[in-house]
């Protein structure tokens, strides 16, 4: 089989030939281009020290598999980095807790510190009035040896003092002595009750009259079934009626 291509005329040749030439021209020339304008960028970068290694630019949409990551914290990859960031969180939780602690006995010891103060303070002013009222009052017996011809005013506070607290134990003893005299007379009361009562009950065994013997037999026996009226048990019970009765003539 022959394939017959037609011959095109020379002066269309020519012009696809100029059009090729023209294209392969521009396309030299845009290379040339971007070669010098790679290396008028290096040029730009050379000056500037420590930077490093350029970063090479690439288009973003080449990239293949890309991760977002949402909020401040990164999520590991690996099972060191989840067992790293639990050991650092516990670290930081620890020293939280130690840092609460050691501020929690720190407002602790400054309380109780003021509380010692302010006792202290108590105590020393109490000293101050014990003392002061240990100055103003005189003992009794030095008050009693001082001339009357030259008592001082704080001298006479001093045996009113003194004097008031006599009373009040005076009317403690006398209270206490009062106290003592009511506990006797109750007793006393008690004991004439008791007394009474004994009287009473020698005076009630006076005049009581004592039983029959033999009423309380037949009663006994009747309790149980048993006539003592009849038979020889009759006759053994009127026979000794009969004893009591002479018992009691003789007497």
Do not use: C
């Not at 040029?43 to 991760?67: F, N």
């Not at 990859?77 to 720190?106: C, H, M, P, R, W």
């Not at 607290?165 to 006393?188: A, M």
């Amino acid at each position: 089989m022959f394939v017959l291509f037609r011959r095109l005329p020379n002066h269309i040749i020519e012009k696809i030939l100029k059009k090729k030439m023209a294209e392969k021209h521009l396309n030299r020339i845009s290379d040339e281009e971007k070669e010098q304008a790679k290396k008028d960028s290096d040029d730009d970068w050379s000056h500037i020290t420590g930077v490093g290694s350029r970063i090479e630019v690439v288009d973003p949409l080449a990239v293949t598999d890309r991760t977002i990551i949402f909020g401040k914290d990164i999520i590991p990859s690996t099972k060191e980095d989840v067992v790293k960031e639990k050991t650092d969180e516990f670290k930081d939780q620890i020293g939280n807790t130690n840092q609460y602690l050691k501020f929690v006995n720190a407002h602790l010891a400054a309380k109780k510190e003021r509380l010692d103060m302010l006792k202290e303070r108590d105590r020393k002013f109490q000293e101050e009035i014990d003392s002061l009222n240990g100055n103003s009052i005189k003992p009794r017996s030095d008050l009693d040896k001082i001339n009357y011809k030259y008592i001082t005013e704080d001298d006479t506070k001093s045996l009113v003092i003194h004097m008031a607290s006599e009373l009040e134990q005076i009317k403690e003893k006398l209270t206490h002595q009062e106290s003592q005299v009511q506990k006797t007379k109750i007793e006393l009361r008690q004991k004439e009750e008791q007394l009474k009562h004994l009287y009473e009950e020698i005076a009630q065994n006076k005049k009581k009259i004592p039983e029959d013997p033999l009423a309380v037999i037949r009663e006994e026996l009747a309790k149980l079934g048993i006539d003592g009226n009849s038979g020889k048990l009759a006759d053994a019970l009127s026979a000794l009626s009969n004893m009591t009765s002479k018992d009691k003539s003789h007497i």
